[in-house]
């Protein structure tokens, strides 16, 4: 094609100069804008994170306006936290809609798990390995859910409800789980109560420059949540005490996401995109592992343009990390690598949307 | 239940704030639309972005200072709604791909306005709004770079590889 920019300019035209202009904004904009403009004064002047009802904390402006967010850094050092050994794999699978399988490690015994009616999309193994938290998509209409089930599936208590949720993630004793959850225009990191009950939102969406919060996951001592969320700039990942307090921003590209912690809470391995110049998607990404405090980040897959190595999971073990091989950012095969990125076996081939490495239960034979 | 006190900053009026908001988008509202159409191809969601959009820039309309760094936040705001958007669906529309939905295959006789089009919505919604900004609105690269917040050369950069990518998808689908 020769004249490729002319073209650009007159396919915009014929596709932009003419589409529905709404002539005004609908009253509610105003009326959303001036009570987000409220929350975030109010916030201003307290200049601290404060609890203002049950459910909402309001958080000190994070935009250019209002103090710079400390950019990694200052994390004390975590008690040492004794590795568990390596048990079973779940991970959904699409293809007859989506379910949940196990296997072991090496990929035998594969096992099909029953869950709730819906898609089965993203599982979450509990720190004794004995329980699993699954995100369910609903076949049809309706909120998206997080369920806590015995590790066959049995026993399912429905424990949050959303438009949107994320997978959940567990605090280190079992009792509480993590997850990020949409509502209309609104996304919150949530805490609630593995048995169900008690549900607070512990950071909301309120502060200034947040476009949407997509993961949250607690530290394995407990003390802090990782999350990623919607930036003036991308998509970047965080951190923040279980409180909701002293919001850290880890990352500052604008293209990491997916963020889990290592067993012992040393190291955060997660996605980054990459834009690429040639083939058949507009962005690639892999897997990179960074300290705790955001530094010395560096690259554990490198499998070109036409991949997406999306959502790892670390092994309960540490010396390993899983990840779902995929391309375009849809499912893809399972692989395993070693903590350092070497050897990497492809567990499962395709179709793989989540995954989450059990800790072996304790008193398992 | 802590109380929240008193507030020492100024807040803002009901009025005050829709007739700000309603200058804006008197302004800006129809090129916010168009961009957020150019990056999503629907144009239902593009009404619902821009919206969200103003009610974000809303939030911040009394603190920035000149029309331009107004109409900068609200072009970087549509474009990083966009690509959150895209994020949030391309796992569940590439899984229903997989679940068995039909993919609309292009008709071999489409025109070459439509082939463009098709071609723009496969390409990174930062390469999308770089292209929209110096194709459609007729932008400087540093006007793009300071509406996108980044540097000339990644204008440069997303310009330069986004018309490649539509040169090697609109060749290739010549070439069929």
Known sequence: ?365 | MTRIGPTRSRDVSHSEMADKLGALYARQGAAATRLAYALTGDIHVAHDITQEAFVRVGRRLFGLSEVEHENAYLHRTVVNLCRGRARRMKTERTALQKMGSVRAARPPDIAEQDAMWQALQRLSVRQRAALYLRYYQDMSEAQAAETLGCSVSAIKSLVNRGLTRLRIQLEGANDE
């Open chain 1, 1 to 365: 094609m020769n004249d490729i920019e002319g073209v650009l300019r007159r396919t915009f035209r014929a596709h932009l100069d003419s589409i529905d202009i709404p002539r005004s904004l609908p009253p509610h904009v105003g009326v959303r804008a001036r009570r987000g403009k409220a929350m975030m004064v109010a916030a201003a002047a307290l200049g601290a994170a404060t609890i203002v009802s049950a459910a909402v904390v309001v958080i000190p402006s994070l935009g250019r306006s209002g103090p710079e967010l400390p950019i990694g850094g200052g994390r004390p050092t975590p008690p040492t936290i004794a590795p568990k050994e390596n048990g079973r794999i779940a991970y959904s699978l699409s293809g007859n809609g989506v379910e949940l399988h196990s296997m072991e490690p090496d990929g035998s015994d594969d096992e099909l798990i029953p869950t709730p009616p819906g898609s089965a999309w993203i599982p979450a193994w509990s720190p004794d390995g004995k329980r699993l938290a699954v995100t369910v998509f609903p076949l049809n209409e309706g909120d998206r859910t997080i369920w806590v089930m015995n590790a066959d599936g049995s026993d399912a208590q429905r424990v949050a409800a959303a438009e949107n949720v994320s997978g959940a993630s567990w605090s280190p004793d079992g009792t509480t789980l993590a997850y990020a959850a949409s509502s209309g225009d609104s996304t919150a990191i949530h805490l609630v109560d593995a048995a169900g009950g008690n549900d607070r939102i512990i950071h909301g969406e309120a502060a200034e420059g947040t476009f949407a919060i997509f993961s949250a996951s607690y530290s394995p001592d407990g003390t802090e949540i990782l999350f990623d969320r919607g930036t003036d700039s991308g998509f970047d990942i965080f951190v923040m005490n279980v409180d909701g307090t002293n919001t850290r921003q880890l990352t500052s590209t604008g293209t990491d996401y997916d963020p889990s912690w290592s067993p012992d809470g040393t190291q955060i391995v997660f996605t980054r995109e990459e834009s690429v110049e040639d083939g058949p998607t507009a962005v690639s990404s892999d897997i990179f592992v960074m300290d705790a405090d955001g530094d010395n980040v560096r690259r554990l897959t490198d499998d070109g343009v036409e991949t997406t190595n999306l959502d790892p999971e670390w092994a309960p073990d540490g010396t390993a990390i899983a990840y779902v091989a995929g391309v375009t950012g849809g499912p893809g095969g399972l692989v395993v690598v070693n903590e350092d990125g070497s050897d990497p076996t492809t567990l499962v081939e395709d179709g793989v949307l989540g995954i989450s490495w059990q800790p072996r239960p304790v008193d398992e034979d």
